[in-house]
């Protein structure tokens, strides 16, 4: 599989971005989550070769892209980093999908760019899943009860055995090669302004949080909502408005995953990934995608 990695300056910010396919296969856009990486999408870029060319990027303030001074880790800064990263490159239309902050990031970035987005997927985000789930909570936990270093990996391992038990070894352990930069009087600390996005997820500007459900309703393209069916985070009724809201809109449960859909079960996300976005449409009922 063939692979690029290269940085794009926006705003005067680096940022890191991944390619893998070849460059004239049809592009999908892939937007990770609140401490993710663009490499958490390695495996589903592989699920779709050679059809695609899979874009990624570590958004700002993560791996290997600029930290912003500033702060303005906010939906809006993040759906303005999307649109200079596709104009960069050159791409008028493509797929886009988004894991939990990268799933709000797109589904605002669908809204307002209709005639950008060719097909979107949603990993397990939607309105009301950022103020009302249980997940929430457990997030604003993690943001909190984060450790600034650990002393060794193994100290690390073992943090993130308790933060994602549901996920494979190899998974963590791919995690924490991405997240995590040795210090250099030993031990190690985080890739990621841990401080900043914490500060803004704690505590934010009420006026930045979009209500998504106007912008779900404004969506244009076919919309595939891949819910994990033991998330604490997008509840069953929470994927059932966005359906109501928008006939584009249709979900599926996969079964034995979590929030963490692509790590947790990837066989079963990246097969209904490849099928949606070779199908010419989505079907219009709710499916329960089970193992």
């Known amino acids: 599989m063939e692979r690029r990695d290269f940085t794009v300056t926006v705003a005067g910010l680096g940022l890191h971005v991944t390619e893998w396919g070849a460059r004239e296969a049809r592009p999908v856009v892939m937007l990770h989550g609140i401490r993710g990486f663009a490499e958490t999408f390695v495996g589903v870029a592989e699920a779709l070769q050679p059809e695609f060319r899979v874009i990624a990027f570590d958004q700002r303030g993560r791996g290997d892209s600029d930290w912003d001074p500033e702060r303005n880790y906010y939906t809006d800064t993040y759906v303005n980093d999307v649109l200079a990263v596709v104009d960069t490159l050159g791409i008028d239309r493509f797929d886009l999908l988004g894991h939990s902050m990268g799933g709000i990031n797109a589904i605002v970035f669908a809204s307002l760019h209709p005639d950008r987005v060719e097909r979107l997927i949603i990993e397990d985000a939607g309105p009301g ?15 909190v009860e984060t450790p600034v270093r650990f002393d060794d990996w193994s100290a ?3 943090f993130m055995r308790g933060l994602r038990p549901s ?8 995690r924490l090669r991405s997240m995590l930069k ?7 600390t985080w890739r990621y ?3 900043g996005i914490a500060a803004i997820r704690l505590e934010p500007d009420g ?7 106007p912008h779900v ?6 919309t595939l909502v891949l819910r994990g069916a033991q998330t ?4 069953a009724e929470m994927a059932q408005d966005m359906c109501r809201l928008n006939p584009k809109v249709v979900t599926t449960d996969i079964a034995g995953a979590g929030h963490y859909v692509h790590d947790d079960q990837p066989v079963l996300f990246n097969q209904a990934v490849r099928d949606f976005l070779l199908s010419g449409a989505a079907k219009t009922d709710t499916k329960v995608t089970t193992s």
Do not use: K, N
């Open 129 to 143: 899943a950022f103020e009302h789930s249980p997940g929430v909570a457990r997030i604003r936990r993690e943001m």
């Open 156 to 158: 690390a391992s073992e």
């Open 167 to 174: 996920v494979t070894e190899e998974a963590r352990q791919q």
């Open 182 to 188: 040795a210090l250099p009087d030993g031990g190690y």
């Open 193 to 195: 302004d841990h401080a």
């Open 207 to 213: 006026a930045r949080v979009p209500d998504l459900r």
């Open 217 to 222: 309703a404004a969506l244009r393209c076919d």
């Open 232 to 235: 604490d985070y997008l509840q």
